[in-house]
């Protein structure tokens, strides 16, 4: 797989008005490992190398276990996770798989029963910001790290 051209050097103020999102989520006061797995699952249901390549290591540096990130896909069916963080995940599918899902009700309600409305719409921002990510890293085919080595 090659590149197909580089955003970052392209349009530099674009990348600039993501990061700024980005910077705002890390901010936002949301705990990072939380973060991290919306992250991670909304890249494995967008196939973005790059971004798991990143999300796991970071979630790793953060103190994450293995069998959390391995499981991550399967999370409905295992207990590894906090009621709040599937609350999140099933949010961050819903959000992920919109034209699919449609945001439904049970999900919006079931995320609601976990976080305040300020940190809903800051779980909405996170959500969106890696799906932003996402398709520009698939989009243009930016090559993870590893795959250059």
């Not at 797995?37 to 994450?64: P, W, Y």
């Not at 959390?68 to 999370?75: D, E, V, Y």
């Not at 207990?79 to 798989?97: I, N, Q, S």
């Not at 779980?123 to 990510?133: P, Q, R």
């Amino acid at each position: 797989m090659e590149s197909r051209l580089d955003p970052y050097k392209i349009a530099p103020k674009a990348v600039q008005a993501i990061m700024g999102l980005e910077t705002y989520v890390a901010q936002s006061g949301l705990e990072q490992s939380l973060l991290e797995l919306v992250k991670i699952r909304a890249s494995q249901i967008n196939g973005c190398a790059f971004c798991l390549h990143m999300h796991t290591n970071d979630a790793r540096k953060l103190g994450e276990s293995e069998d959390r990130m391995h499981l991550l896909s399967a999370w409905r069916e295992s207990p590894l996770y906090t009621p709040r963080e599937r609350a999140a995940l099933a949010w961050t599918e819903a959000v992920t798989l919109l034209a699919q899902t449609h945001a439904p009700d049970a999900d919006y309600e079931e995320m609601r029963r976990h976080f305040t409305e300020e940190e809903a719409v800051k779980l909405a921002m996170a959500i969106m910001t890696i799906n932003v990510w996402n398709r520009l890293a698939v989009g243009f085919r930016r090559i993870h790290p590893v795959a250059k080595a």
